[in-house]
Antibody, heavy 122, light 108 residues
Framework: QVQLAESGGDVVQPGRSLRLSCAASAFTFTSYPMHWVRQAPGKGLEWVAVISDDGRDKHYADSVKGRFTISRDNSRNTLYLQMDSLRVEDTAVYYC???????????????WGQGTLVTVSS | EIVMTQSPATLSVSPGEGATLSCRASQSVRSKLAWYQQKPGQAPRLLIY???TRATGIPARFSGSGSGAEFTLTISSLQSEDFAVYYC??????????FGQGTRLEIK
């Protein structure tokens, strides 16, 4: 049973930083591109970032480019999202999600974690 | 950015009846279209990909159709567990993938 478990969500002030983690299990983590997708309270879904299976290739939504950094530790089966210069509009539930395809990202998602809530407020 | 527009925003249907949800793209996404179901407090679940292919374990009462810029998700004979929010997502214009704003399917 594929499992993705996010952690690290918290209440932070604007301008501060936060790092999210996503622990993966029951599949070959090193074979899959991984994504972060967020959902503001009561709103729709917004793709945030993707990282290739080997961690070399990364892409970001324009809304977070230059502020967020996606990374992974394949030895620990863990995905990360470093969020700097946080803004009020970054408030959301952050989901990690597995790409459907091995090796090359296809950009839709077959498994999702349960999400972790990030609240940015003064 | 490709804008995905879903209609209606809310659909009220009685159990046992069918439902048709629409998704329109601001430009062609070919067949690179996925549908997800999301229930309150839960993560989205993949239903359909490639516009018409059901994901693993998805019941046959869910079907997708369309290509280019017009897509439809049809749910025949609604069950109580089908009442949820449904999102479409284009993945043709990666990495700038986008979701629709969602259609809430509620019990009439």
């Amino acid at each position: 049973q594929v499992q993705l478990a996010e952690s690290g969500g918290d209440v932070v002030q604007p301008g501060r930083s936060l790092r999210l983690s996503c622990a993966a299990s029951a599949f070959t983590f090193t074979s899959y591109p991984m994504h972060w997708v967020r959902q503001a309270p009561g709103k729709g879904l917004e793709w945030v970032a993707v990282i290739s299976d080997d961690g070399r290739d990364k892409h970001y939504a324009d809304s977070v480019k230059g502020r967020f950094t996606i990374s992974r530790d394949n030895s620990r089966n863990t995905l990360y999202l470093q969020m700097d210069s946080l803004r009020v509009e970054d408030t959301a539930v952050y989901y990690c999600a597995r790409d459907v395809d091995k090796a090359a990202a296809i950009y839709y998602f077959d498994y999702w974690g349960q999400g972790t809530l990030v609240t940015v407020s003064s | 950015e490709i804008v995905m527009t879903q209609s209606p925003a809310t659909l009220s249907v009685s159990p046992g009846e069918g439902a048709t949800l629409s998704c329109r793209a601001s430009q062609s996404v070919r067949s690179k279209l996925a549908w997800y179901q999301q229930k309150p407090g839960q993560a989205p679940r993949l239903l359909i990909y490639g516009a018409s292919t059901r994901a693993t374990g998805i019941p046959a009462r869910f079907s997708g159709s369309g290509s280019g810029a017009e897509f439809t998700l049809t749910i025949s004979s609604l069950q109580s567990e089908d009442f949820a929010v449904y999102y479409c997502q284009q993945y043709n214009n990666w990495p700038s993938i986008t979701f629709g704003q969602g259609t809430r399917l509620e019990i009439k």
